[in-house]
């Protein structure tokens, strides 16, 4: 079994700060990635940010420079900084690992948290 939570979510004004966190635990082999997915009401879920394959890392264009995602290995532990925050960042945030466990035949399985509200005013 494995458990993704989320944490950190909450209430904040315009031009404030979060950081969010990811925690995953249980039978893990290894944590291969985690990205961070966002969702408002009537709408889809959209990518916020991720690593790509090839080192680097995807921001969608309205948080490019604004949020930075990072991760504590040992811990099994990501990471969503968010600053300067705006009103149109208000969504549930939610973690997306990919999880190579003792019952995926090796290959990384995805497990979602599931989510923390932030919610900007103006």
């Known amino acids: 079994q494995v458990r993704v939570v989320e944490s950190g979510g909450g209430l904040v004004k315009a031009g404030g700060s979060l950081r969010l966190s990811c925690v995953a635990s249980?039978?893990?082999?290894?944590?291969?990635?985690m990205a961070w997915y966002r969702q408002v009401p009537g709408k889809q879920r959209e990518l916020v940010a991720a690593p790509t394959r090839d080192g680097n890392t995807y921001y969608e264009e309205s948080v490019k420079g604004r949020f930075t995602i990072s991760r504590d290995n040992a811990k099994n532990t990501g990471y969503l900084q968010m600053n300067d925050l705006k009103p149109e960042d208000t969504a549930v945030y939610y973690c997306?690992?990919?999880?190579?466990?003792?019952?995926?035949?090796?290959?990384?399985?995805?497990?979602w948290g599931q989510g923390t509200q932030v919610t900007v005013s103006a």
């Open positions: 997306n690992d990919k999880i190579v466990t003792p019952y995926g035949l090796g290959s990384p399985e995805d497990f």
């Open positions: 249980g039978s893990i082999i290894i944590v291969v990635t």
